[in-house]
C-alpha cells in the first residue's frame, strides 16, 4: 500500500472516529435527559406522566447509539487514534472559511439587538463578501451595493409594505 | 347548476383574476425566501381580503396559497434549503438535478408536478369531500398514533448512507420536539431555565437552522472555488416547458399516487403539506423498479415531492367544507376570512352558499392555471439566482433566513436559537448525518406523543391500538414498510460487495 493509499484510509477512519466520538457524546446526553426526564411528575390523570414519551426516545438514542459504537470500534485501527487530530487540524485548515462564516454569522446575531437589524446586516454582508470575494474593484462595489440593499432596504421593506419591524437597536 | 355559474361568475372577472394573478405572484415569492411559509404570506394577505366580497377574498387566499407550495420549490432546488417545511422533499432529487446542470428542469418538474397535484387535489374536494370528510373525523387518537407510527417508518427511506445514524438523527429530531410544555398537560420540561425554551423549540426556526445555515456553510467548504466566483448552479438554465409537460405526465401512477397521498394526509386535520411530501416521497420511493436512483436528481422524486404537497391544497378543504373544521393553520385563516364576512362554516355550508362552495373549487382550479403561466413567465427570471456567485448568494441568504426566523415571534431569543441550531446542523452534515429524518422527527413528534396520551387517557388499555380496524390498518402497513425497508438494505448491501469484490478481483 503507497503513502497515499493509506494517508486516505488513516483519513477514512479519522472520520469513523469523530462519528464514534459523536456516538458517546449522543449516549451520554440521551441518559442524563432519560433520568431528567424520569424525574418529571407524573399525573392521577393520565396512564402516561409528561416524561413518558421523552423516556422513549432517549432510551431509544441510547439502544442506537450503544449499538453504533458496538459497530464503529471495530472499523478502527490503533493507527488511526494517533494520527486522529493530525487530519481533524487538516480538514480544519481546509473548511477555514465554513467556521469564518459561522462565526460571523454567531458575532451578527450576537450585535443585532445593539445595532439593529439595518446595521448589523450592513456589516456582515459587507464583511462577509469582502472575505469571500475573487479580488477586484468591480467585486467591492458589487459588495457594497448589495449590502445596502439587503440591510436597509430589506429593512425598509418589511416596515413598510409587511408592517414588520425588524430590530431597531440600541445605539 | 345555478349556484356554480354564479359562482363562475364572480371568480371570472377582471378585478379577481388580477387580485389572484397578484396573489399568486406573492405566494411564490414569499416562499421562495427560506422561512417564509405559505402560512405567514395567508396571514400578510387576510387584511387586504376584508373590503373584498367573500368570494373574492378566498379566491385570492387560494391563490397565495396555491403560490405558495409551487414557491417552496425554487429554494429547494435552486439553493438545496427548503423555502417551506413542504419541501423538504424536494430536495432530495431538484437540488443534486440542478447541481447536474440541469436546474431549469428540476424547476420545471417541479412546477408542473405542483400544478397537476393540485388539479387532481381539487377533482377529488369536489367528488369525494362529504364522504372523505366524515372519515377523517371519526379517527380518534388511536388512528393518529398509528398513522404516525407508519409516517415515522419513512425514516428508513430517508436515512441516507447509513441506517444507524438516519435512525439517530430521527431520534434526535423526536428528542428536540420533546423540549418545552407538554402538549397535555403543559408542564415544563427540559427548558433549563431559559426562557425562550419554555414554549418548546419553534418549528421553523429548527428548519431553517438545519437545513439552510448548515447548506450555506457547507457551500463555502472549498475556499478556492468560492473565491474564484463559482456560481451555486452552472450548465443550462432552460425551462424547458412543453417537454417537461410530457415527462410529468408520463410518469401517471406516480402523480396519482402522490396526489391522493397528499389529498388523504391535508384532509386529516393537523398534518398537511410537511408531511405529506415526504410520505409520497418515500412510497414513489418504495414503489420504484430503481429506488437507489432516488436522491441523484431524478425525475420521480421531485414530482412525488411537489405533487404531494400540492394536492394538500385541496384535501385541506374538505374538513372544512365538508364539517367546518380547519385542517391546517392556512384552512383556519380561510374560516376566519369567511367569518370575517358573516358566513358560518359548518356542515350546513353547502347547502346554505353552495355558490361559495363552487365558487372555492373554481377558484383552486383557476389558482394553479394562474400559478402555471405566472411560473411559466417567472422562472426565467427566479434560474437568474442560479447565475449569481456564492460569494453574494451564502451571505444574503443568511440574512434572509434571519429575517425568516424573526419574524416568525418578533423575538431576538430565536435569532440566538437559530444559529446554534445552524451549527449543530453543520456539525451532524460534516460527519455524515441524514438531517431529513431530523426534521421529520421534529414534525411527528408532538403529534405522536398528543396522540398516544389521549388513546391512553381516553381509555388505559394499549390492546385497543390492535382492535380498533383503522388503527390496526395503519400498524400492519408499518410493519410491512419496516420488513420492506430491511429487505432492500440487505439487498443493496449485498449488491454493494458483488460490485466491490468485482471490482477488487
Not at chain 1, 99 to 122: E, I, T
Not at chain 2, 191 to 210: S, Y
Not at chain 2, 256 to 270: D, E, Y
Not at chain 2, 354 to 372: E, N, P, Q, T
Request: glycine share 10%; net charge neutral; charged share 10%.
Amino acid at each position: 500500500m503507497s503513502q497515499s493509499d493509506l494517508d486516505e484510509e488513516l483519513a477514512l477512519e479519522a472520520g469513523e472516529i469523530a462519528r464514534l466520538v459523536s456516538y458517546i457524546l449522543f449516549l451520554l446526553i440521551a441518559s442524563g435527559m432519560f433520568f431528567a426526564a424520569g424525574d418529571i411528575p407524573t399525573s392521577r390523570f393520565e396512564r402516561l406522566g409528561a416524561g413518558a414519551f421523552p423516556q422513549f426516545v432517549f432510551a431509544g438514542i441510547v439502544l442506537i447509539c450503544a449499538i453504533a459504537i458496538v459497530l464503529t470500534v471495530p472499523k478502527i485501527s490503533a493507527a488511526a487514534y494517533g494520527q486522529f487530530f493530525r487530519f481533524a487540524a487538516k480538514w480544519a485548515r481546509k473548511c477555514y472559511l465554513v467556521f469564518l462564516c459561522l462565526a460571523a454569522l454567531g458575532l451578527y446575531l450576537v450585535a443585532m439587538p445593539w445595532l439593529g437589524f439595518s446595521l448589523a446586516s450592513l456589516i456582515f454582508l459587507f464583511g462577509m463578501q469582502l472575505a469571500l470575494l475573487p479580488r477586484s474593484v468591480k467585486s467591492i462595489i458589487i459588495a457594497a451595493i448589495i449590502a445596502v440593499v439587503f440591510s436597509y432596504g430589506l429593512n425598509l421593506l418589511f416596515a413598510e409594505v409587511f408592517t414588520v419591524f425588524l430590530p431597531k437597536g440600541v445605539l | 347548476m345555478d349556484s356554480f355559474l354564479i359562482g363562475a361568475a364572480q371568480i371570472f372577472t377582471f378585478t379577481t383574476i388580477a387580485y389572484m394573478v397578484a396573489g399568486s405572484i406573492a405566494g411564490i415569492i414569499a416562499s421562495a425566501i427560506p422561512g417564509f411559509t405559505v402560512t405567514m404570506a395567508i396571514v400578510l394577505t387576510l387584511p387586504l381580503t376584508f373590503t373584498m366580497e367573500p368570494l373574492q377574498g378566498i379566491a385570492v387566499m387560494l391563490s397565495v396559497y396555491v403560490g405558495g407550495y409551487t414557491g417552496g420549490l425554487i429554494s429547494a432546488a435552486l439553493l438545496g434549503i427548503p423555502g417551506t417545511p413542504s419541501s423538504v422533499a424536494t430536495t432530495f432529487d431538484a437540488f443534486p438535478m440542478a447541481r447536474g446542470g440541469e436546474a431549469g428542469r428540476a424547476l420545471s418538474l417541479g412546477v408542473w408536478a405542483s400544478f397537476f397535484g393540485t388539479v387532481i387535489s381539487t377533482i377529488v374536494l369536489i367528488v369525494a369531500a362529504p364522504p372523505l370528510a366524515l372519515i377523517a373525523v371519526k379517527l380518534g387518537p388511536w388512528e393518529y398514533f398509528s398513522l404516525i407510527v407508519f409516517a415515522l417508518t419513512i425514516v428508513a427511506s430517508l436515512v441516507g448512507d447509513s441506517v444507524i445514524r438516519g435512525l439517530i438523527a430521527g431520534l434526535i429530531g423526536l428528542a428536540m420536539s420533546t423540549v418545552g410544555s407538554d402538549p397535555i398537560l403543559g408542564r415544563s420540561r427540559f427548558d433549563f431555565g431559559f426562557e425562550m425554551l419554555e414554549t418548546g423549540l419553534p418549528f421553523l426556526v429548527v428548519l431553517i437552522g438545519i437545513y439552510a445555515i448548515s447548506q450555506l456553510a457547507s457551500e463555502v467548504e472549498d475556499s478556492h472555488s468560492v473565491r474564484s466566483g463559482s456560481k451555486l448552479v452552472t450548465g443550462a438554465i432552460d425551462f424547458q416547458t412543453w417537454k417537461v409537460m410530457k415527462e410529468v405526465l408520463s410518469r401517471p401512477v406516480n402523480l396519482i399516487r402522490s396526489s391522493i397521498v397528499g389529498v388523504l394526509i391535508g384532509a386529516l386535520p393537523g398534518a398537511g403539506g410537511s408531511i405529506a411530501n415526504l410520505v409520497a416521497y418515500d412510497q414513489a420511493k418504495r414503489s420504484s423498479r430503481t429506488p437507489e436512483a432516488f436522491g441523484t436528481g431524478i425525475p420521480d422524486g421531485i414530482v412525488a415531492s411537489e405533487s404531494g404537497n400540492s394536492a394538500t391544497a385541496g384535501g385541506g378543504l374538505i374538513p372544512m367544507i365538508g364539517l367546518g373544521i380547519p385542517g391546517s393553520a392556512v384552512d383556519a385563516i380561510l374560516m376566519a376570512s369567511l367569518m370575517v364576512h358573516g358566513i358560518s362554516v359548518g356542515p350546513r355550508l353547502i347547502m346554505d352558499h353552495s355558490d361559495l362552495v363552487y365558487g372555492m373549487f373554481i377558484a383552486m382550479v383557476v389558482s394553479s392555471f394562474i400559478m402555471l403561466i405566472v411560473a411559466i413567465f417567472s422562472m426565467r427570471l427566479f434560474l437568474r439566482v442560479a447565475e449569481v456567485p456564492k460569494w453574494i448568494i451564502v451571505p444574503v441568504v443568511m440574512v434572509c433566513c434571519v429575517v425568516g426566523a424573526f419574524a416568525l415571534h418578533n423575538r431576538i431569543s430565536d435569532l440566538y436559537l437559530l444559529g446554534f441550531i445552524g451549527v449543530v446542523g453543520y456539525v451532524l452534515r460534516a460527519l455524515g448525518y441524514s438531517l431529513a429524518p431530523l426534521v421529520l422527527g421534529v414534525i411527528l413528534g408532538p403529534i405522536a406523543e398528543t396522540n398516544l396520551r389521549r388513546a391512553l387517557m381516553t381509555d388505559g388499555d394499549p390492546t385497543v391500538f390492535f382492535t380498533r380496524p383503522i388503527s390496526l390498518l395503519f400498524l400492519i402497513a408499518a410493519v410491512i414498510s419496516i420488513v420492506w425497508a430491511i429487505r432492500t438494505h440487505l439487498k443493496k448491501r449485498k449488491t454493494d460487495e458483488r460490485f466491490f469484490d468485482a471490482a477488487a478481483s
